[in-house]
């Protein structure tokens, strides 16, 4: 869970994997015209189907990466990526690929693509630092982006900073293998939620609506999120800090730490664990069948606001009683 959170910190920044899934091959699969499509600009669509169901991991050859970044343990297929460990320069680090998102324009800004990536089909990559750490994005001609982020687990941010071209450049090896699983839509594992996966559930509609947050919050944002629609953030849109955050995710069952609360809201048991200016919500569902042992299906409510964890039980309150019932 600790992976997890500081990647809802990241996207924000910047800005559950199906229990109880069944892989299935080539959802996006070419049709009889494929062949007169090879050069021209690809979008994502094109690429990955629907990116609510997409196995990021199918996407990545992680042979290819041990020959120079040894994968520690199993991966983790998360709803919107895909994450391994690997050491670098002596630190374990944490690479995650996917999150499909539109809006690329505005949300790189006034980034230049790399000049000389020599990628197929217009598309184009990006490299940037943000927040001290190395991200990379490959743009699709529909103003689309996946990408591909890390962090190094360390306590002391000049190692994190003296290690960021290290971790740059291990981002750098999930390319070869993402970019031959897109010249082939078959190549693009998708999975099949059951019945009452959290799989299902729109994170920017389901559960709160903007004019709940809004209410609570005082404010006037509209809840935006990837196109896998498994996150949602209402905040500064971009580059800016959120306010509230829905994020389905997978994992191992979040433990009770030092500090953290067992409540039960929205008639599900839930972790509530807070501090200054911030506070969590998390609450666990269905065992993910076909993913990592002991993984289950989560969403956490993350608040980044003076009314701390008042204000998250509030809005788990009204949202968790709208999540599938186990």
Known sequence: MGGTRLFAALTAVVLLVAGCTAPIQ?????DGAAATKQNSPLTLQEALGDPVTVDFCSMLDFAEIGKTHKVIGEPQRSMDRCEFTTNVGGSTAHIMFGTPRDHAADRLGGMMAEPDAGLPRGLRLFRTELAGRPWLYLRFADDTTLQVVGFVESRDPKTETDLVPELAEAESKVLPGVLRALRSPSNVRHVSYPEKSFGHVDACRAVLTDAQVNAETGKTFAGIGPLGRHDCHWGEPWNGPFDVSVEFDTGKPLELRAGATEETIGGRRSIVEGG??????????LP??????????QVTLYVSSPKGCDLARTLANAAWPKLPAA
Do not use: K, M, Q
């Open 26 to 30: 080539g959802a996006a699969s070419p």
């Open 276 to 285: 200054d200016g911030y506070c969590s919500v998390y609450t666990g569902h």
């Open 288 to 297: 993910v069948r076909d993913g990592r042992a002991g993984d289950i299906e």
